[in-house]
């Protein structure tokens, strides 16, 4: 690990200051991504911005019309364990705790978790070509060992998927996030458009500017119709996921295909045309595609969702 500084924000206005006053500056709260990223010499950050202990950046609130703002700050555990959550956002609290193992969760913040980077590796592996990590070298996981990658919206630059569980919830859910910029500039939009295609600069993944701190996501009031979260996997224990469905109401999102959580608007659009589960998955997996190895995907991913689907109609009626 390459030698770096540190301080503690007191609030969040400090936090985007000292961001932008410090090159080469990274925010840190739960850590369980960046300090991996930073072993690796993946990260190699000058200097960390500690925000994991903002106490107002950590709470959870309800808001005027009956949804939910959840801090930025907050643990991934607070949140499942939230009764309001939990009650009016099961599809959230079942990604939550999909994700991760508990003791990542007690850590992982609700802004570190929206912002981790891929699991791809090649994107780990500093010997291997990767234009999410060094741009322009190539994307060894075109022509190698490709099982994980992306099935929707890849490009030849990156083929690399989003690993985040919530995110795909938060997505279904219409959540927004609200961030605070360097100028001390607050803007709000929805979560899914936080995150951005690879197209031919993957290694630029959000739409944040450098020293954006999220400081909440605000979860809209629950949406009518059942809610539901499934995910696939090679094994139940410390394994990445292969495929995600999240459903609420007559949202769904998809986590895993992608290089972003990825919101299924023609299935949705299917669905609101009184298409069966099948067809409606179907239509959003047309245009899917696989890279060799990862063709059994589009299958497991048209299964899943079908079941998810099917699966919170029934908790509707």
């Known amino acids: 690990m390459r030698p770096f500084t540190y301080e503690r924000a007191a ?12 090159p080469n500056a990274r925010f840190i709260a739960g850590g369980t991504n960046l300090l991996d990223l930073m072993k690796l010499e993946i990260e190699r950050p000058a ?8 106490g107002e950046l950590a709470r959870i609130e309800d808001t005027a019309d009956g949804g939910l703002r959840i801090g930025g700050m907050a643990t991934n555990s607070q949140v499942a364990a939230d009764a309001r959550v939990r009650a009016r956002y099961p599809v959230l609290a079942e990604a939550i705790v999909a994700g991760g193992s508990p003791q990542l969760r007690n850590k992982a913040s609700v802004g570190g978790n929206l912002l981790q980077r891929t699991r791809c590796a090649y994107f780990y592996d500093t010997a291997k070509p990767c234009n999410k990590r060094e741009p322009g070298s190539g994307c060894g996981a075109l022509e190698g060992l490709n099982r994980n990658s992306a099935i929707l919206g890849a490009s030849h630059a990156c083929i690399a998927t989003h ?9 279904a859910l219409d959540a927004r996030v609200e961030t605070l910029s360097p100028a001390g500039d607050a803007r709000r939009f929805i979560v899914d458009e936080l995150h951005r295609l690879p ?14 701190l999220i400081t909440a996501v605000v979860l809209p009031p629950p949406p009518e119709g059942g809610q539901v979260y499934r995910k696939a996997r090679d094994r139940a224990s410390y394994a990445g996921g292969l495929a995600s469905v999240a459903v609420a109401g007559g949202r769904v999102a998809l986590g895993m295909v992608a290089h972003k959580p990825w919101r299924a608007a023609d299935a949705e659009a299917a669905l609101s045309g009184g298409a069966t589960a099948e067809e409606a998955i179907s239509a959003e997996l047309a ?25 919170a109609r029934g908790k509707a009626r």
């Open 11 to 22: 609030d969040p206005l400090a936090a985007v200051k000292a961001a932008a006053e410090t």
């Open 47 to 54: 200097h960390l911005v500690d925000v994991g202990r903002i």
């Open 163 to 171: 690993p985040s569980d919530m995110a795909v919830a938060m997505v």
């Open 199 to 212: 197209g031919e600069t993957p290694h630029i993944e959000t739409h944040l500017v450098p020293g954006e």
């Open 287 to 311: 245009q899917a595609s696989d890279n060799g190895r990862n063709g059994f995907k589009v299958t497991l991913t048209a299964r899943l969702g079908a079941a998810a689907i099917d699966e």
